[in-house]
């Protein structure tokens, strides 16, 4: 889908609950370097379990509402110095246990290219993978024990390490056995199933990302 809007291409979210939803090829034809997800923005409800990928520059923007159990990836923005991934500029959102990579933003200077965040809340998420000078830029807000591609000032529990990703090149971003992700997350029990609705914890805590480590599991999406 394309529109001549900047914000909220694939999904305007601002009460209720998208779950389960494949967000998938929106884009803006007005980026500016305003752009407030050309995927989705979110100022409000909950986005659970949904695949949001290769929307145009951006992905999510995030003020209020929560998005959690997602898999955030493919976005590319070619200049204005814009985030890819999530930006949460203001408000009082809640990133859970999401996994962010593979977002690209060409001209970012800082990790931008992941997570952009100066407010709300991001805790257990994955955000590993995204653009060449790291996946975040983080300068307020609450920032706790994520996986994270290059290390941040703020927060605490943070990684910074390779989540084990099982076949990244397959589209599969499950954790393998022995991923630091595993057992080392926060407990939210609000986030109580993974993006395929598997249950959590399965072991002794929350796994970090979007997928809980299941023993011999594959799971391989097709971002069309």
Same mark, same amino acid.
């Given at each position: ?14 009460? &209720?609950? #998208?779950?389960?939803?494949? @967000? *998938?090829? !929106?884009? /803006?034809?007005?980026? +500016?370097?305003?752009?407030? %997800? ?54 009082? &959102?809640? #990133?859970?246990?999401?996994? @962010? *990579?593979? !977002?690209? /933003?060409?001209?970012? +200077?800082?990790?931008?290219? %992941? ?110």
């Amino acid at each position: 889908m394309a529109r001549n809007q900047p914000q909220g291409i694939g999904a305007y979210v601002t009460g &209720g609950t #998208l779950l389960a939803s494949r @967000i *998938v090829n !929106n884009y /803006s034809t007005v980026n +500016t370097g305003d752009s407030r %997800g050309d995927g989705l923005c979110v100022e409000g409800g909950t986005v659970d379990r949904c695949l949001i990928a290769t929307n145009g520059w951006t992905g999510v923007y995030l003020t209020n509402g929560a998005v959690k159990n997602s898999l955030i990836t493919g976005h590319h923005g070619m200049k204005h110095n814009i985030y890819s991934g999530v930006s949460m500029p203001s408000g009082t &959102g809640k #990133l859970y246990n999401c996994t @962010i *990579v593979g !977002n690209v /933003s060409d001209a970012a +200077t800082d990790g931008r290219s %992941g997570l952009q965040m100066a407010a709300g809340t991001a805790v257990n998420n994955i955000i590993y993978g995204n653009g060449s000078v790291g996946s975040c830029a983080i300068t307020g807000g609450t920032f706790n024990t994520n996986i994270i591609g290059n290390a941040v000032a703020i927060g605490v529990g943070n990684l910074e390490v390779d989540p084990k990703f099982k076949d990244a090149a397959a589209g599969d971003f499950s954790i393998k056995s022995g991923s630091t992700a595993v057992d080392a997350g926060a407990a939210l029990p609000e986030v109580d199933v993974d993006f395929d609705g598997v249950a959590r914890p399965q072991k002794n805590g929350w796994d970090i990302g979007c997928y809980e480590y299941v023993p011999g599991s594959t799971r391989t999406l097709s971002i069309s």
